[in-house]
């Protein structure tokens, strides 16, 4: 009697152990499964008013985040559904889940990774100076301590800013800060060369107004711009990570780069 017992007693923790292993793996893979705002749906945070990364032309969206989000969001088998929103809330929509990921030319930062899951990078953003044709006092970034320099909140061309000592006049648009260094309000703006350049491309006859010159790496390293997803939705951020390997490699993203940059900046 007693061997019976204590063989129905071993097979009874056999089964206990497996459906408590078995639990364990359903929790493990609702933990690993990905979140979406709305089902089938990729839901994305950007700006809409910085030319070229997302703006509107026409009434449509435009820009190469538009046009890479929709990529990805075909590659994952998703539609794409956009939310444009001030840069100052981006961030915090991620956290509250207000959209599943923000395309919007965010810098990966040591600080926004232990809050926030980053894609791989898609662009490798250098640094451009812009002062008026007329300022001779600004010859590199060294000259802009104590300078009024225009700069987005929050920003990687902020944190340059402050780094050489200038004083941030706070400007979220690009054009507007244009307008503030042509109107003598600002002594100089910092922003991405591809910005610029875009700009250029839009507006040839700015060449007149302004001075630019590249930040050499070795003063302002080199942005590494990458998709920004909610720090517990791991998954889809090695879905969208999937899909950008899969639009690298078959030459969309130098594609789209070259179309709205007139150059590849997907490279390191």
Same mark, same amino acid.
């Given at each position: 009697?007693?061997?019976?017992?204590?063989? +129905?007693?071993?097979?009874?923790?056999?089964?206990?152990?497996?459906?408590?292993?078995?639990?364990?793996?359903? !929790?493990? !893979?609702?933990?690993?499964?990905?979140?979406?705002?709305?089902?089938?749906?990729?839901?994305?945070?950007?700006?809409?008013?910085?030319?070229?990364?997302?703006?509107?032309?026409?009434?449509?969206?435009?820009?190469?985040?538009?046009?890479?989000?929709?990529?990805?969001?075909?590659?994952?088998?998703?539609?794409?559904? +956009?939310?444009?929103?001030?840069?100052?809330?981006?961030?915090?929509?991620?956290?509250?889940?207000? +959209?599943?990921?923000?395309?919007?030319?965010?810098?990966?930062?040591?600080?926004?990774?232990?809050?926030?899951?980053?894609?791989?990078?898609?662009?490798? !953003?250098?640094?451009?100076?812009?002062?008026?044709?007329?300022?001779?006092?600004?010859?590199?970034?060294?000259?802009?301590?104590?300078?009024?320099?225009?700069?987005?909140?929050?920003?990687?061309?902020?944190?340059?800013?402050?780094?050489?000592?200038?004083?941030?006049v706070s400007s979220?648009? +690009?054009?507007?800060?244009?307008?503030?260094?042509?109107?003598?309000?600002?002594?100089?703006?910092? %922003?991405?060369?591809?910005?610029?350049? !875009?700009?250029?491309?839009? %507006?040839?006859?700015?060449?007149?107004?302004?001075?630019?010159?590249?930040?050499?790496?070795?003063?302002?390293?080199?942005?590494?711009?990458?998709?920004?997803?909610?720090?517990?939705?791991?998954?889809?951020?090695?879905?969208?990570?999937?899909a950008l390997k899969e639009l690298?490699?078959?030459?969309?993203?130098?594609?789209?780069?070259?179309?709205?940059?007139?150059?590849?900046?997907?490279?390191?």
């Amino acid at each position: 009697m007693k061997k019976w017992l204590k063989i +129905f007693g071993v097979a009874a923790l056999g089964i206990l152990l497996a459906v408590t292993l078995t639990a364990c793996g359903k !929790s493990s !893979s609702s933990n690993d499964s990905v979140q979406l705002k709305t089902k089938g749906t990729l839901t994305v945070g950007l700006e809409g008013t910085y030319a070229p990364y997302s703006y509107r032309e026409d009434g449509k969206l435009k820009g190469f985040e538009v046009d890479l989000a929709r990529d990805v969001a075909k590659k994952l088998g998703y539609k794409v559904k +956009f939310v444009p929103t001030k840069w100052d809330s981006l961030i915090a929509g991620v956290s509250s889940k207000k +959209f599943d990921v923000v395309f919007n030319d965010v810098t990966v930062t040591p600080e926004r990774s232990k809050k926030f899951s980053f894609t791989d990078p898609y662009i490798y !953003s250098r640094e451009v100076l812009v002062t008026a044709k007329s300022n001779t006092d600004i010859k590199s970034i060294d000259d802009i301590k104590d300078k009024k320099i225009a700069a987005g909140v929050g920003t990687n061309n902020e944190d340059a800013a402050k780094k050489y000592g200038a004083k941030v006049v706070s400007s979220s648009e +690009f054009t507007n800060s244009l307008d503030l260094v042509k109107q003598g309000r600002v002594d100089g703006t910092l %922003n991405a060369r591809e910005a610029y350049l !875009s700009y250029l491309k839009d %507006n040839p006859s700015a060449a007149n107004d302004f001075n630019y010159q590249v930040v050499p790496t070795n003063k302002v390293k080199a942005a590494k711009i990458g998709g920004l997803v909610n720090k517990n939705n791991t998954a889809l951020t090695k879905k969208i990570n999937k899909a950008l390997k899969e639009l690298k490699d078959d030459g969309t993203l130098k594609k789209l780069s070259e179309k709205y940059f007139t150059a590849d900046i997907t490279e390191k």
